[in-house]
């Protein structure tokens, strides 16, 4: 299915005849419901044409926008014929919408004002005439940012927001704090961000090399700030999930208050990449603090999930650590590595006293899961499963398939090469539902989600390099029906429109052919993975 060259893919198309012209008379009307999906495309359209896009509450108005019950809240119909007809269940139906109808009026709606030749109009502006039928196949279809390792000034992550919201993709995970920076402003206790936002300087490509850039890196969101992203990202349908990772990835927050650590003496905001051994004392004062800490961030993000991490936790601080293991004995514990998945668990408990579930990475699973958790099945799709057949919900997110950092070709010519192989075809056909999910396992597969880590993304540019055209795939395969999957047509819509329309973004996306001279990084060295052959050496 080629039709209009939509990503993703809309559910059903059924074409009609020629176009329907719009022009600067062009009228908006809305069900009450349905105003602020109104009032983006208002301003999106208003933007990219120059029209005023006058409200017209009566029937006649050339695109409206209607409340069908019958519909599912994100789901939709867009009839364009003698005007634009969009039916849609709510709010995100409607959106959803909205955003196809500015596909379908071709890569110069996506622009931020009109972009005729001087003295030219720009009207009128075909609509092919057209059915659709929309809805998506998973209700979770996130995308994971790393702030903390580079931070993403609040501009660019606005316009990061913007183009997943033209994919209909719907959560935004905000990897907030690590061992190499601390981003979010808590009121409570400032040198989190005084002294935990950032670092003096940072390796240069793998950590194995021992090159370091002698550059300062740092800044941190202000409260105001995150307000000011989660209502951007409401307007759009996107929850933002925040993500303050204990007990491990906890160096910067340690390097602020000595007293969170395991460890013996003090530490600077690592400059390194790799999972520091520096972890959190499991302690009354960690919890009290990271409570506190919790207090305030429930109160920028309403999201119906907080993340806690609990990913990648060494034991070493905790071994060597006459207090730890007192603590572990105290709790009953068989031995320290229990600490990690009870410290979690503690904070989880805070987080639903707040009526907030808690996300968590999977391997928190080998100690236990808080009740409720959402899991972000990374190490594979085992520690999904497991959760699944368990009674919890799942988001895949396996290393393999859907990490976007990952080298998007084999060979030297990708920047900064790390990781394995990752190509767009490959995230096009991953497959969030293993076949051996059994329907009847008591918990709920929400979805899936695109982790994007930027230890070697140091800028938007680089961000946009590793994320795009992949996340326009990884899009269709989280909206569109998987009977209708198709790379060679997908690959035909991408190159026929849709990467003209991250040009109209200003999105830096990789060329399918391969990155341009300016986004390789000769020199630079990455660290390849053999996703094969791992796979061979754990099969013994
Ligand atoms: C992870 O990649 N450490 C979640």
């Not at 993500?243 to 969170?260: C, F, R, T, W």
């Not at 989600?449 to 230890?455: D, P």
Request: charged share 20%; net charge negative; hydrophobic share 40%.
């Amino acid at each position: 299915m080629t039709a209009h060259h939509l990503v993703p893919a809309p559910w059903s198309v059924q074409d009609g005849c020629g176009v329907l012209e719009l022009d600067g008379a062009t009228t908006l009307g809305a069900d009450r419901e349905l105003n602020t999906a109104r009032r983006w495309l208002s301003r999106a359209l208003g933007a990219a044409t120059g029209w005023d896009l006058m409200p017209d509450p009566a029937a006649s108005a050339t695109i409206s926008l209607r409340l069908d019950p019958e519909l599912d809240a994100e789901a939709y119909r867009l009839d364009v014929d003698t005007a634009v007809v969009i039916q849609a269940g709510g709010p995100a139906g409607a959106f959803y919408a909205a955003q196809t109808l500015l596909q379908l009026m071709g890569p110069a709606a996506l622009r931020q004002a009109p972009a005729a030749a001087a003295g030219r109009s720009a009207d009128p502006w075909p609509v092919p005439r057209t059915s659709i039928q929309d809805r998506p196949r998973f209700g979770y279809r996130g995308a994971m940012l790393d702030v903390a390792r580079h931070f993403m000034p609040k501009d660019n992550l606005l316009r990061f927001i913007e183009v997943m919201a033209m994919h209909k993709l719907n959560v935004l995970h905000l990897h907030l704090t690590d061992d190499q920076g601390w981003r979010i402003q808590i009121n409570r206790y400032p040198k989190l961000t005084e002294t935990g936002a950032w670092r003096r300087e940072s390796s240069r490509g793998s950590w194995r090399a021992g090159v370091f850039d002698s550059l300062p890196h740092g800044g941190f969101y202000t409260q105001a700030d995150l307000r000011e992203v989660v209502a951007f990202a409401a307007e759009r349908h996107i929850t933002v999930i925040p993500e303050v990772d204990v007990p491990g990835h906890s160096q910067a927050a340690i390097a602020a208050y000595p007293e969170l650590g395991a460890g013996a003496g003090p530490v600077e905001v690592w400059t390194r990449w790799g999972i520091s051994g520096t972890v959190l004392e499991t302690s009354d004062t960690s919890l009290e603090f990271y409570r506190n800490v919790l207090d305030e961030v429930v109160e920028i993000f309403p999201s119906p999930w907080i993340s806690l991490g609990g990913d990648e936790v060494p034991l070493t601080q905790w071994q060597a650590s006459d207090r730890a293991k007192t603590k572990a004995a105290e709790l009953g514990l068989p031995d320290v590595a229990g600490l990690h998945s009870w410290f979690v668990r503690q904070l989880a408990m805070h987080l639903e006293r707040h009526g907030r579930a808690t996300s968590v990475w999977d391997e928190i699973g080998d100690g236990g899961l808080p009740d409720g958790a959402l899991v972000a099945s990374w190490r594979g799709y085992e520690g999904g499963i497991e959760a699944l057949k368990n009674g919890y919900d799942v988001v895949m997110c396996p290393e393999h398939k859907l990490y976007l950092d990952h080298r998007q070709a084999d060979g030297d010519a990708e920047p900064v090469p790390v990781g394995f192989v990752t190509t767009l075809q490959a995230v096009y056909d991953f497959e969030p539902l293993p076949e051996n999910v059994d329907p009847a396992f008591p918990g709920r597969l929400l979805g899936a989600q695109a982790n994007i880590w930027t230890e070697h993304l140091d800028s938007p540019r680089r961000v946009h390099y590793a994320a795009y055209p992949r996340l326009s795939a990884v899009a269709e395969v989280f909206w569109s029906r998987p009977e209708h999957r198709d790379y060679d047509g997908f690959l035909a819509r991408l190159t026929g429109a849709h990467l003209m329309r991250l040009d109209a973004m200003g999105v830096e996306y990789r060329p399918v052919s391969g990155p341009n001279p300016w986004q390789q990084r000769p020199g630079v060295e990455g660290w390849k993975r053999d996703y094969d052959a791992e796979q061979r050496t754990a099969a013994g």
